[in-house]
């Protein structure tokens, strides 16, 4: 296969999931959180589901279904079923959930820390490790480098407004990450004092 690793707008996108078993719950959960429009196929789903707005289908729509989406998903242990949406799925974004080197996007592993979003994939080695990392990494990264990415963020958005060149906003945000007295100032959860830090050193070496 030769997949690769991307982040894929969603929002109002139409997602079938065939299956409304736990996969296919999670799925469903995940697909809604980021505004996606879902239809689940089987025999029921949960209040929270409908809550979020999951519509549940019959069985007998499923054609219907698979011409109605933008990305497939077959989540359901009726291995026949599953390899019937399949083949009526072609030219579609088909997540098998089933048989995950049979689909042509994976929906690995997920997690937020903060608004930073990691995703772990192992190529179907070892989803057991893909949570076991997760854990590691979850482990490692501190409050300190949360705000850091928030610093970096305000003084790319300033950069932009004064510097063209990427290479040298690239150097000016290096230079704060290197920065000592900063680098205190978010130790101690002083992000504020950091920004007006950042901004002067932006400033005056701009003046």
């Not at 230079?175 to 900063?182: M, V």
């Amino acid at each position: 296969m030769g997949l690769t690793s991307l982040f894929f707008e969603v929002k109002n996108k139409n997602v079938f999931i065939l299956g409304t078993g736990e996969v296919a719950t999670r799925r469903a959960h995940r697909f809604l959180d980021k505004g996606a429009n879902v239809i689940l196929a089987g025999n029921s789903i949960d209040e929270e589901l409908t809550k979020k707005g999951a519509i549940l289908t019959p069985l007998k729509d499923l054609d219907e279904m698979v011409k109605w989406s933008d990305i497939v998903i077959t989540a359901s242990g009726d291995e026949k079923l599953c390899e019937y949406i399949a083949s009526i799925s072609q030219g579609k974004l088909i997540n098998r959930a089933d048989k995950p080197d049979k689909g042509n996007i994976i929906a690995p592993t997920s997690f937020l820390i903060d608004d930073i979003e990691i995703s772990i994939y192992t190529n179907g080695q070892s989803p057991l490790m893909a949570r076991e990392l997760r854990k590691k990494i979850q482990s490692i990264i501190t409050e300190e480098d949360i705000l850091e990415i928030k610093l970096q963020d305000h003084a790319r958005k300033i950069l932009k407004e004064k510097i063209d060149d990427q290479k040298i906003r690239r150097e000016y945000l290096e230079t704060i990450l290197d920065n000592d007295e900063i680098r205190n100032c978010l130790k101690e959860n002083r992000l504020d004092e950091a920004k007006r830090l950042a901004e002067n050193l932006i400033n005056s070496n701009l003046s």
